[in-house]
């Protein structure tokens, strides 16, 4: 027999019980007379003594022992004399009679602790010596608690969760597809989903009402930080079923997992439109944590005589509370920061609003106190805060706004990470205009519905058409997205023309989903989560690789079975492929 028990669960209940236990070596304490080893299995860690005087022999063998090494021991349990107060079995110990060994390790290339001297790449390549520090199990043991309220609350909605093919055809989800050649169909090729959205708006056609899965998807995009070429969604689709019952629902979800899993009670959602989430934050993914809105300065600064303001389009500003001391270096840090590359402002006006009422500048000798003071009240500062401005065209500048309210978010501390603010973004526009390529992109994807009062502005300026889409947004990061669909053939007819399908190519794409619609498919809507996203979030962690058990790295590769790799030649030749 194995064990008795795990290694977490001895108490002081259980003193005098004779045990067995098994698991591997954590550590191991030499103390001449007595030698003392830390088990350690999925459940937790309990010491183990060695008597070098009752039991010579087996003493001398459990020094010899290394480190992870796998054994078992029979023994009784007592109580420590040196209770450790941060070890859930730290009240006792065992006294060991017998020790058996079940397999021997290697010095692992890497220290097994929470705090690991093992980087990055080396924890990769032994992902499953890894996987045994507790806080990594810890993300993934949390992964599934998640998973399993996931299921529960959605079980109890009435959803089903239904699977859905692997093998399909391409879905225009924005980014390329990864493609698997058939071998009993030369020359053709099947595409790895990005997401199951065809097929759950199938299922709603089917009748089905309420469907989800947590879904693994595929998208062959260039370097991004964090994202992974396989992640996870939590995928859902409805119908008879307006926005507003979609956000309700899935509030409910999120705020069920933040109740069960971090006894935390999640404050109503905020909802923000897309146009005043940028023009307040600059960003469609604001961190709410913190106020700092952004201002259009355009009224106040222009017409004064300032070229570089003069000829800009966009003028915006945010105050930074109390950091009027900022020093001359600071300041430079901040100018230095805004036009790094990744940001690509041009330079930064600041306005010092001073203890004693007065206005020092980057630009005294442009503006009048009187007009700084505009300035200020503009931005609602008081004495003693910053005013920091930057401009340009108004995109980049929003954006470069969005950033600089961050990292003076980070700076004043204001990004507490036990801290929730959640928010849904709604009304994105339809469409998003591709300057490069001349043509309209579809801004969540090509099946969401456009709202009904802007029908008309189809055909004069699609441009203008907002659609029933919607993002959660927590902490700065998207967390979800969805839309209602639409569920006319004409309808979808249209939006793949405005989109740049030719006829046929419409027709051999998604002729199958058009014809479907003809069939009686119901009004409906969906929504996915980012699972990975959602379990770093609960976990505090800042990568999505912490919490998926087999991460590929930033270059796409699994460096522990080393994949991708080349095939040989006779595979290539079955399927009909060029051989090098
Ligand atoms: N299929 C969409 C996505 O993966 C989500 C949705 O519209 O339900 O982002």
């Known amino acids: 027999m194995y064990r008795t028990h795990n290694c977490g669960e001895l108490r002081i209940a259980n003193i005098n019980e004779n045990i067995t236990l098994s698991g591997w070596v954590k550590k191991i304490r030499n103390l001449g007379g007595m030698t003392f080893i830390d088990l350690r299995d999925r459940f937790g860690v309990t010491q183990l003594v060695f008597n070098m005087e009752t039991h010579p022999e087996m003493c001398e063998q459990a020094r010899n022992l290394g480190r992870e090494f796998v054994i078992t021991v029979k023994g009784i349990v007592t109580e420590r004399s040196n209770k450790n107060?941060?070890?859930?079995?730290?009240?006792?110990?065992?006294?060991?009679?017998?020790?058996?060994?079940?397999?021997?390790?290697?010095?692992?290339?890497?220290?097994?602790?929470?705090?690991?001297?093992?980087?990055?790449?080396?924890?990769?390549?032994?992902?499953?010596?890894?996987?045994?520090?507790?806080?990594?199990?810890?993300?993934?043991?949390?992964?599934?608690?998640?998973?399993?309220?996931?299921?529960?609350?959605?079980?109890?909605?009435?959803?089903?969760?239904?699977?859905?093919?692997?093998?399909?055809?391409?879905?225009?989800?924005?980014?390329?597809?990864?493609?698997?050649?058939?071998?009993?169909?030369?020359?053709?090729?099947?595409?790895?989903?990005?997401?199951?959205?065809?097929?759950?708006?199938?299922?709603?056609?089917?009748?089905?009402?309420?469907?989800?899965?947590?879904?693994?998807?595929?998208?062959?995009?260039?370097?991004?930080?964090?994202?992974?070429?396989?992640?996870?969604?939590?995928?859902?689709?409805?119908?008879?079923?307006?926005?507003?019952?979609?956000?309700?629902?899935?509030?409910?979800?999120?705020?069920h997992l933040f109740k069960t899993i971090k006894k935390i009670d999640l404050d109503n959602f905020k909802v923000l439109s897309?146009?005043?989430?940028?023009?307040?934050?600059?960003?469609?993914?604001?961190?709410?944590?913190?106020?700092?809105?952004?201002?259009?300065?355009?009224?106040?600064?222009?017409?004064?005589?300032?070229?570089?303001?003069d000829d800009s389009e966009y003028i915006g500003g945010i105050c930074a509370k109390s950091c009027a001391k900022y020093s001359r270096k600071q300041l430079d840090k901040l100018t230095k920061f805004v036009r790094q590359e990744q940001i690509g402002a041009k330079g930064l006006v600041y306005v010092k609003c001073n203890e004693d009422g007065s206005y020092k500048s980057s630009v005294d000798k442009l503006?009048?106190?009187?007009?700084?003071?505009?300035?200020?009240?503009?931005?609602?500062?008081?004495?003693?805060?910053?005013?920091?401005?930057?401009?340009?065209?108004?995109?980049?500048?929003?954006?470069?706004?969005s950033e600089l309210r961050l990292e003076?978010?980070?700076?004043?501390?204001?990004?507490?990470?036990?801290?929730?603010?959640?928010?849904?973004?709604?009304?994105?526009?339809?469409?998003?205009?591709?300057?490069?390529?001349?043509?309209?992109?579809?801004?969540?994807?090509?099946f969401t519905s456009p709202k009904k009062e802007d029908l008309a502005l189809l055909n004069s300026s699609p441009e203008k058409v907002k659609a029933n889409a919607y993002d959660l947004v927590i902490n700065g990061t998207e967390i979800g997205g969805g839309s209602i669909r639409i569920h006319d053939k004409e309808l979808q007819h249209k939006m793949f023309k405005l989109l740049g399908f030719t006829e046929e190519e419409a027709e051999s794409q998604f002729g199958f989903l058009m014809n479907a619609f003809t069939y009686g498919a119901p009004p409906h809507g969906g929504i996915a989560f980012g699972f990975d996203r959602l379990v770093a979030l609960f976990n505090g962690s800042d990568s999505i690789r912490d919490v998926i058990a087999f991460p590929k790295n930033n270059s796409g590769r699994d460096i522990m079975i080393n994949s991708p790799s080349t095939v040989d030649n006779e595979q290539l030749k079955n399927l009909n492929l060029k051989i090098n």
């Open 85 to 255: 107060k941060n070890v859930a079995t730290g009240d006792i110990e065992i006294i060991v009679e017998e020790l058996s060994l079940l397999n021997k390790s290697k010095l692992p290339p890497f220290t097994i602790e929470n705090k690991t001297d093992g980087g990055e790449e080396l924890r990769m390549k032994y992902r499953y010596l890894d996987l045994r520090r507790d806080v990594v199990r810890e993300g993934l043991i949390l992964r599934h608690k998640m998973a399993k309220e996931i299921r529960n609350f959605l079980d109890s909605k009435d959803f089903i969760e239904a699977e859905t093919p692997v093998l399909i055809k391409s879905t225009p989800e924005g980014a390329r597809d990864f493609i698997v050649p058939s071998r009993l169909n030369t020359g053709e090729f099947y595409a790895l989903p990005q997401s199951p959205q065809v097929f759950k708006q199938l299922f709603m056609i089917a009748g089905f009402d309420r469907y989800y899965q947590l879904v693994k998807c595929f998208r062959d995009e260039d370097f991004r930080k964090d994202r992974q070429p396989e992640f996870t969604q939590i995928d859902c689709e409805l119908s008879f079923i307006e926005q507003d019952d979609i956000l309700n629902i899935f509030e409910g979800m999120v705020k």
């Open 274 to 309: 897309y146009d005043d989430a940028i023009n307040m934050y600059g960003t469609d993914k604001p961190d709410l944590r913190f106020d700092m809105k952004i201002s259009n300065m355009n009224n106040i600064v222009k017409g004064l005589g300032f070229k570089v303001f």
């Open 367 to 401: 503006y009048s106190q009187d007009e700084l003071k505009k300035w200020a009240e503009k931005l609602n500062a008081n004495s003693g805060d910053l005013l920091l401005l930057l401009s340009g065209d108004k995109r980049h500048t929003l954006n470069a706004l």
């Open 408 to 446: 003076m978010a980070s700076r004043l501390e204001l990004l507490d990470n036990n801290k929730y603010s959640a928010l849904w973004v709604v009304d994105f526009p339809l469409l998003d205009w591709d300057e490069e390529n001349k043509r309209f992109h579809a801004m969540h994807h090509p």
